[in-house]
């Protein structure tokens, strides 16, 4: 797989194979849950099998790693957005942690050059209320918000 890298350490590769995907796509959704906790998404908790059985086989995905330690990954597949356009949906997006913040500077120029090399359609995220990080790289690269949803769980 290429790999792209411009700090020492820092790399980006899309994965391998689906069987790739799959395993670190769960390693980074279990980390998601444990860090998350109980402020964890509904969708986070009761969808992601849905999810691996029916978006990860057509998506385009980017793995982060910081020396040889996987840190994250990006995922994108095509949908229909909610007026019939389509749309590469960035699914799945991970703070990289473990990463200092240059590196996650790094990481993010390489997410927006694999971006313009893969997506087709216009881009759509989700993002969490407290995902900072996503929102200034969001921001950077002309993004704007179009719909904001509320949850509530049920206690």
Request: proline share 4%; net charge positive; glycine share 6%.
């Amino acid at each position: 797989p290429r790999i792209m890298e411009s700090l020492p350490g820092i790399a980006a590769r899309v994965p391998i194979n689906l069987s790739e995907l799959i395993r670190y796509s769960r390693i980074a959704h279990r980390k998601h849950l444990i860090k998350a906790g109980k402020r964890v998404g509904l969708s986070a908790r009761k969808d992601y099998a849905y999810y691996e059985k029916t978006f990860l086989p057509k998506a385009k995905a980017l793995l982060f790693f910081k020396n040889n330690s996987f840190c994250g990954l990006v995922v994108h597949f095509p949908r229909t957005g909610l007026f019939g356009d389509r749309q590469d949906y960035l699914a799945w997006h991970d703070d990289l942690s473990g990463m200092s913040p240059k590196e996650v500077n790094v990481a993010h120029q390489q997410l927006a050059a694999w971006l313009k090399q893969t997506a087709k359609h216009r881009v759509s995220i989700f993002l969490t209320s407290r995902n900072n990080q996503m929102y200034k790289f969001c921001g950077e690269l002309g993004f704007v918000t179009s719909r904001v949803l509320f949850e509530k769980t049920k206690r």
